[in-house]
């Protein structure tokens, strides 16, 4: 048999196919999608979910000169294979090629890198009034779904996009479900509308001043080809509201449409993920130390903006902490700021996410946080060099973004002791508002009790005393420290000072003054970038005397689809580079 997506290299290839060969190709795609993402991982459900009605676009559109801008990007795995990028997906040899998201480095068919959510409405405005000025009359289209209509940012382009007065078509993917469930009354109307197949009196779309229209079967090329050649060349703005499924054409991920939102490595025929995660992680350690804490007290409630699996909180955990858990959806914004009244009344809240999302929230902790000195816990995930590694989800802003705010704490546990630990001390405390950056990649558990009281702030833990060379290993480069201590230990026979710096927040000003007694050297380690991070710090408390001091972490860059390892070996992260910066200053 020939298949028809081997014919396919641009869209304009989709305009020769009749309806019957349009579907054909959609089982394709399909196909290739289910098989490549079993074996690289990636976005799963999302992608299955918006084959027809990619197909159907690009049918209808003439892209690249009608836009198109895919809300997260995470869905746009057909749209690479209807333009151009089809090998990336069905040759094993190049799938690591293309990027999980829209790159225009990577074709004139893609206009952003987009990995964060709610932008797509707000970026197609602009390309729809630069256009309007420059009195151009090509379409702009947005595909927002999967929940990113909660975040802030999609509602400010909703309530914008009537003021142009022209071209500009919303396809609003709605697979009733964000990565877990939706919630607030945004979804209810969206619900509203898909039961009365479009015609409930309270439409959220028309209410903003918005052309409407319904298409009850998002799945259905033929429905959906016409539905866009109504709108195509539209004088205003409108919006294409489709309800499609989830995980489409895998029954294993229409059932779990949660779990299979992003997959890792699995095997067709079962769904089992081939790699399974061995031991503890703190996802799960978090959500079971929470719920121990609400059971005890009433006023301890978790946070999440749409990724409960963040905080480790399963379906069956949800369950568990009833009201005690809020999910606001895909507004980090919001959480923050909810997490501060809730602080300002009394209660424990504890926000979680991972580092990339956290630059979401920057307002939000500086003037409804900070400012207010509201006891707010802020929990941060995927801090590390080992955590997502696209350009737009990497991890190792935080420090430098946060550590900066006036009157925030923030920490960098170095084990599973010392996070359980700082997360008890920061829930219990109301002076300050807490950040704990959560250790990666793995867990390390020493057993070990911790008595250090936090409330004494800047207060480094030295954990070797020597002399000459002082380490001072932030959080997960703690291990990094230990072995550069052996290290100098069996070179020079004479042991380093070891320091676990705890705050990343602050100077342990006296006990740097006391280093200048015995130490020609410190060293500084960070997962983290250095500008406005935490060894510039130490660096500057020295800048008057004549100790020397290195910083070691990552320089200012935007990183994408990296190795963690030549990363490291790039920034003379590893031991022996280490050493042989120490050797080359001290000769």
Known sequence: MTYILNHINEPQDLKKLNGEQLNRLASEIREALIKRVSITGGHFGPNLGIIEATIALHYVFNSPIDKMVYDVSHQCYCHKMLTGRKEGFLDESQFNQFSGFTNPDESAHDYFKIGHTSTSISLACGLAKARDLKGDKENIIAVIGDGSLSGGEALEGLDYAL?????????????????????????????????????????????????????????????????FQSVKDSTKPVVVHICTQKGKGYSIAEQNKEGWHYCAPFDIETGKPIAAHAGENYSSITADYLLEKMKADPTVIAI???????????????????GQLIDV???????????????????????????TFLQRTYDQISQDVCINKSPVTILVYGASIYAMRDITHVGIYDIAMISNIPD???????????????????????EYPVAIRVPAPNVIST?????IDFGKLNAYQVKQKG????????????TLGEEVAEKITSLTGEKPTLINPIY????????????????????????????????????????????KVLNYGYKK???????????LEENRLTVEQIIEDIERLIK
């Open 447 to 451: 057993g070990e009790k911790v008595e």
């Open 163 to 227: 003021e142009l007065q022209s071209n500009l078509i919303i396809v609003v993917n709605d697979n009733d479900i964000s990565i877990a469930e939706n919630h607030g009354g945004l979804y209810q109307n969206l619900k509203a509308l898909r039961d009365s197949n479009g015609t409930y009196e309270c439409n959220l779309f028309k209410a903003m001043g918005l052309d409407y229209v319904f298409v009850k079967d998002g799945n259905d090329i033929e429905a959906l080809v016409k539905a």
């Open 408 to 430: 925030l704490v923030y920490l960098a546990p170095t084990t599973k002791e010392e996070y359980l630990a700082m997360v008890d001390w920061s829930i219990e405390q109301n």
């Open 304 to 322: 999440t903006s749409a990724g409960p699996g963040i905080m480790g909180f399963s379906k069956e955990k949800r369950k568990l902490a009833g």
């Open 557 to 567: 860059t935007f990183l994408d689809r990296y190795n963690p390892e030549e990363v």
């Open 467 to 478: 002399s000459k060379v002082a380490i001072l290993a932030l959080g997960s480069f703690y």
């Open 504 to 547: 990343v927040t602050g100077v342990d000003e006296k006990l740097m003054e006391s280093l200048k007694k015995d130490h020609d050297l410190i060293i500084t380690l960070e997962d983290g970038i250095l500008d406005g991070g935490f060894g510039e710090k130490i660096t500057r408390f020295y800048g008057p005397s004549d100790m």
């Open 329 to 355: 959806g895909i507004a980090e914004e919001h959480a923050i700021g909810m997490a501060s009244g809730i602080a300002t009344n009394g209660g424990k809240p504890v926000y979680g996410t991972y580092s």
